[in-house]
T-cell receptor
Framework: AQSVTQLGSHVSVSEGALVLLRCNYS??????LFWYVQYPNQGLQLLLK??????LVKGINGFEAEFKKSETSFHLTKPSAHMSDAAEYFC??????????????FGTGTRLTIIP | DADVTQTPRNRITKTGKRIMLECSQT?????MYWYRQDPGLGLRLIYY???????NKGEISDGYSVSRQAQAKFSLSLESAIPNQTALYFC??????????????FGPGTRLTVL
């Protein structure tokens, strides 16, 4: 079984400050890891993903995340927050089976607020 | 035009009514999914379909049914709606081949309220 834990349902940072959203996963097989973002009144869109290879992955809008197997973590960071980053962020995990890529399991989400 | 569309976008109904939520996609993807989103619970999978003849239950399928009418259409039905089915419902698609095999593409959501 696989699961995702996002620490902190709400995070507030000042504009220009570092953004750090935490995600830990549990998976019995090598995972695929994702961050999705949901802007107000919109569906989810992919921010970045880790499948194989380089453990530091870069996504859209200046976000990046690092896969740390020893810590079972996939934390999302951005060096300098912008007002437009205010949204809800979801971490998700899936894995490859004999049927191809299995379904995503989502975390409970972290709502990011940017303070002017 | 949006690649994944959902109708209706908002719906208010009464307990016991039958409701159908529709999803259409122009991405040509074989795989389609229905999720519900509740505050503090994230997204939970209701049903998924890997092709027209393949339907699978997700983690919270009780009280729901689906129909995959064509590659591009995947409908979710609530046979007898109840208030705890009040939620935001999302449809998503994915393509199992190629570089973006593991990316899901989401529709804009349907906000359903059951009174």
């Amino acid at each position: 079984a696989q699961s995702v834990t996002q620490l902190g349902s709400h995070v507030s940072v000042s504009e220009g400050a570092l953004v750090l959203l935490r995600c830990n996963y549990s998976s019995s097989v090598p995972p695929y890891l994702f961050w999705y973002v949901q802007y107000p009144n919109q569906g989810l869109q992919l921010l970045l993903k880790y499948t194989t290879g380089a453990t530091l992955v870069k996504g859209i809008n200046g976000f990046e995340a690092e896969f740390k197997k020893s810590e079972t973590s996939f934390h999302l960071t951005k060096p300098s927050a912008h007002m437009s980053d205010a949204a809800e962020y979801f971490c998700a995990v899936s894995f490859i089976s004999n049927f191809g890529n299995e379904k995503l399991t989502f975390g409970t989400g972290t709502r990011l607020t940017i303070i002017p | 035009d949006a690649d994944v569309t959902q109708t209706p976008r908002n719906r208010i109904t009464k307990t016991g009514k039958r409701i159908m939520l529709e999803c259409s996609q122009t991405k040509g993807h074989d795989r389609m999914y229905w999720y519900r989103q509740d505050p503090g619970l994230g997204l939970r999978l209701i049903y998924y379909s890997f092709d027209v003849k393949d339907i699978n239950k997700g983690e919270i399928s009780d009280g729901y049914s689906v129909s995959r009418q064509a590659q591009a259409k995947f409908s979710l039905s609530l046979e007898s709606a109840i208030p705890n089915q009040t939620a935001l419902y999302f449809c998503a698609t994915s393509d199992p081949s190629g570089r973006l095999a593991d990316t899901q593409y989401f529709g804009p959501g349907t906000r359903l309220t059951v009174l």
